[in-house]
């Protein structure tokens, strides 16, 4: 089974948490930034809310996935705010015709005085464990 791990991360914490699921898969965890090459039979994606809203390079990295071969896709965030990213990368992968799998992983993220200190080291653990269940 074949497991890659992208994320999309101003501040930090989303890497962080993309970092401890590429650690419990051993693949190596890429920035949006970098396209999709490969098929993958899970495809983790992780990205954060910004002003309420989803990223534009988290849109345009989504849509990029057109015509890909991706079993489904596992959907991981940080935010200061809530789960609003998951509803969001959901209805657009799904748009394009994509499974999302039912199981999230969402984990607060620190900004500014809110959440001051997460992910911790129980969140990276958690996220680790997390993939696991994913793993063949």
């Known amino acids: 089974m074949s497991n890659v791990v992208y994320y999309q991360s101003r501040g930090g914490n989303t890497k962080k ?9 051993e693949v ?3 920035p949006i930034t970098e396209p ?7 495809l983790f994606l992780g990205s954060a809310v910004y002003a309420a809203q989803l ?3 988290t849109k345009s990295f989504i849509d990029s ?4 071969k991706i079993g489904k896709v596992v959907l991981f ?12 990368m959901r209805k657009r992968l799904e748009k394009l015709g994509f499974t999302v799998d039912e199981k999230e992983l969402f984990i607060p993220g620190a900004w500014f005085v809110m959440n001051k200190g ?10 680790e464990e997390f993939a696991k269940q994913f793993k063949a």
């Open 118 to 127: 997460r992910p911790n080291e129980k969140d990276l653990a958690d996220a």
């Open 65 to 68: 996935l057109a015509g890909k």
């Open 17 to 25: 948490v993309a970092e401890a699921i590429a650690k419990a898969l």
């Open 28 to 30: 190596e965890a890429k």
């Open 55 to 57: 990223d534009n390079e």
């Open 77 to 88: 965030g940080t935010s200061a705010g809530g789960r609003k990213p998951f509803g969001m």
């Open 36 to 42: 999709m090459v490969e098929e993958a039979d899970i």
